[in-house]
């Protein structure tokens, strides 16, 4: 067993860093108080190669492994989570739908052109009310020729005011409830879909996250992605990889904010001397740095497993559990350190602390974490 860094990897996470540093830290604020994701900067994550980390290079991609995602997944969050959620949804939701199970020709002609960056996708599963029970989707889709005609409503949809490529999806067949949905490649310009405005969040507010309205959507035959009925099965396995992301962008969120915090520990003074210096104050960041580095160990543990094509669900579902808990406390803890200076939009661990609930949240609660870990128990 090895816990260091191969040295290309440790490589690619210098490029992140550095990456995140000059690039998104100092629009990264900015982003945040207009709610609007900077479009400039998707070129440039084109640029470095970020949005297809661990697909082969034979569609475009960088041919890395997960861990080498997880390590970019870090260092972007760590200045930016809004930036960790536009890449993750794309990378870790969208792209394995087709990677998985697209045809040689659905590969070619949707998964290249979002590999290379080209392209943005989104992933549109949760509905007004379908939230954790996926199985409550109410998204039909209707074969009609040689189209299904789609009709409902997703909420959500991060990407989605931007996004090139949607992953839709809906029941094919109502009467046998998870069983009948089936999923579906829809192209922005299909007649009928319309994206609304972004929905106001207290978090990752920069992040493109909207409704989106199908309203007799007509999707050609050969968009169908695997068979009818194989959708939820689709949605569950990418959302099994895609907690491996959040896992990552909940370490990095926790780990950018304790950077922040070490950082003024050191400037301010009370008392006659930097608060950095009382062990209370010590003891506090010892605390949350051991706990951001076990988080970390457990994201490479889930994302090495699903490199090696183990069983890694129960383990994305305990390193997602563990993160985002861990960044809820952490950005806590730094925003207490800063005082009333934290509390106030000047220092980016107020961002930080808004930017961890989501963490606990989508691409599946706490709750579900619980339930996908005792469930392998065998409880």
């Known amino acids: 067993m090895d816990f260091k860094l191969t040295k290309t990897q440790m490589l690619q996470q210098e490029l992140f860093r550095k990456f995140a540093e000059t690039e998104i830290k100092p629009i990264a604020k900015d982003m945040d108080e207009a709610e609007d994701y900077d479009r400039e900067l998707l070129q440039k994550l084109q640029k470095i190669g970020a949005f297809g980390i661990p697909y082969s290079r034979e569609y475009g991609g960088q041919g890395a492994d997960v861990l080498t995602y997880t390590l970019c997944m870090e260092e972007m969050s760590k200045v930016d989570a809004s930036t960790g959620i536009t890449l993750s949804v794309h990378t870790s939701l969208c792209c394995p739908c087709i990677n998985e199970f697209g045809t040689e020709e659905q590969k070619q002609k949707y998964l290249r052109p979002l590999v290379d960056g080209s392209k943005i996708g989104c992933f549109g599963l949760t509905e007004p009310g379908a939230g954790t029970d996926a199985a409550g989707v109410r998204t039909e889709a209707v074969l009609d020729g040689d189209h299904y005609v789609l009709n409902g409503t997703k909420i959500f949809t991060t990407n989605s005011g931007f996004a090139d490529t949607f992953i839709v999806f809906a ?12 999923a579906f490649i829809v192209e922005r310009d299909s007649e009928g879909l319309s994206v609304g405005p972004n929905i106001e969040r207290m978090g990752i507010r920069a992040a493109s996250n909207c409704e989106v309205i199908y309203e007799n959507v007509r999707v050609p035959k050969e968009n169908l992605l695997g068979k009818e009925g194989q959708g939820y099965k689709i949605a569950m396995t990418a959302l099994g990889g895609g907690r491996i992301g959040i896992g990552a962008q909940s370490v990095g969120i926790a780990q950018g904010a304790i950077n922040e915090a070490l950082k003024y520990v050191k400037e301010r003074k009370q008392g006659g001397k930097p608060i950095g210096k009382y062990q209370n104050t010590q003891f506090k960041l010892a605390e949350c740095q051991t706990k951001v580095d076990a988080a970390r160990l457990m994201v490479w543990r ?3 497993e699903k490199d090696n094509h183990g069983n890694y669900a129960p383990l994305a579902a305990m390193c997602k559990l563990f993160a985002s808990e861990t960044a809820n406390e952490v950005t806590r803890v730094c925003v207490q350190l800063f005082g009333g ?3 106030c939009r000047e220092y980016p661990v107020e961002r930080a602390m808004r930017d961890a609930k989501i963490t606990e949240i989508y691409e599946g609660t706490s709750e579900a974490m619980k339930m996908i870990i005792s469930g392998s128990m065998k409880v």
């Open 341 to 343: 200076y934290g509390y």
């Open 302 to 304: 889930a994302a090495t």
């Open 171 to 182: 029941l094919t067949d109502k009467s046998k409830g998870p069983k009948g949905m089936s």
